[in-house]
């Protein structure tokens, strides 16, 4: 969320240690949208940033918020790592670092309570996908870099209806 979505009513804060997971209540109380910093930041060596971190402090204070409103349809969780365990190439790890994926994908799946999660980091075309973790909720990972290895730009967008169904649309720019 930039600073201005995370600021204003209808704003809670997931955590007390980062400005990032922020909660906030849109639509009247029919959409929830929680975000999560899982960018390493702080953490020495300096690329350990591309490392995933997704502490048990700020997963809780999510799935709090969203109990909190459970009457919501759309509970949707952004973040910028992908939850998925798989074979990435380049010379760091990209996946979660704490906790590993498999950690990440049972909670999302068992306890967040999101319906949607919305993520990227992975720069390559081949990487896009819509995956559903178990009965009620939908992981889309989209994004690349907006051009790297003459990738384009690839985007998600979602239609949320009242009664809490919704639909997705890939969206893809070409590169400039």
């Known amino acids: 969320m930039t600073e201005s979505t995370r600021r ?3 704003v ?3 955590s007390r240690t980062d400005v990032y997971s922020v909660g906030k209540i849109l639509a009247g109380g029919k959409v929830l949208l929680a975000s999560a910093d899982t960018t390493r930041k702080g953490n020495l060596p300096l690329w350990r940033w591309q490392e995933g971190e997704l502490s ?10 969203f109990d909190r409103n459970r009457d919501a349809p759309h509970r949707i ?5 992908s939850p998925f365990d798989e074979e ?6 990209q996946l979660f ?15 967040s309570q999101a319906t949607v999660v919305c993520c990227g980091h992975i720069h390559e075309v081949a990487g896009i996908r819509k995956e559903r973790l178990g009965r009620r909720c939908h992981v889309l990972r989209a994004g690349t870099a ?5 990738d384009k730009r690839v985007y998600f967008m979602l239609e949320l209806q009242p009664n809490g169904a919704f639909s997705s649309r890939r969206i893809i720019y070409p590169t400039p």
Request: hydrophobic residues 35%.
């Open 8 to 10: 204003g009513e209808c």
């Open 12 to 14: 809670e804060y997931q």
């Open 56 to 65: 048990a402090g700020v997963r809780s204070g999510i799935r709090r918020f």
């Open 77 to 81: 969780l952004g973040m910028h790592h």
């Open 88 to 93: 990435i190439l380049g010379p760091f790890n």
């Open 97 to 111: 670092a704490v906790p590993k994926p498999a950690t990440i994908l049972k909670w999302i799946k068992n306890e």
């Open 146 to 150: 907006g051009g790297m290895h003459g």
